[in-house]
């Protein structure tokens, strides 16, 4: 993800993790999580997402980029909050971002959908290689 100036990989790549999960599909959560590692964005924070590492506590920041995609994806209403504080945090052009990680996170499982290829997903685990 080139584009980006004002979030790090793990912000962006947490917001769409929240999206893709919240599509409820496995192997689209398994493409995000190598995406995310071929980011440099470390396997413990990855773990820690997707809720297989208690030990390594997201920080606030990371908690709430992935809550927003989660939030934005299922039209939930602390969208707002998570978009304002994130804003806060990093800047207007972190929410164009993290909009745009969200929007393209939900890319796969739509598509596998729509070509008849995953008439429902299941979420199953996704591997985090070190």
Known sequence: MDYAKHTTADIRHLAALGATRA???????????????????????LRAALGRDSSTPLAEAQRDALHFGRAVTLQE??????????????????????????????????????????????LVPATVED
């Open 23 to 45: 599509q409820d599909c496995g192997a689209c959560v398994q493409i995000g999580v190598n995406l995310a590692r071929g980011d440099g964005v470390e396997a413990e924070v």
């Open 77 to 122: 209403r602390g969208a707002a909050d998570l978009r304002e504080r994130l804003r806060n945090r990093f800047g207007d052009g972190a929410v164009v971002e993290l909009s745009w990680a969200v929007a393209v996170a939900q890319f796969y499982p739509v598509l596998e959908r729509a070509m008849g290829f995953a008439e429902s997903c299941s």
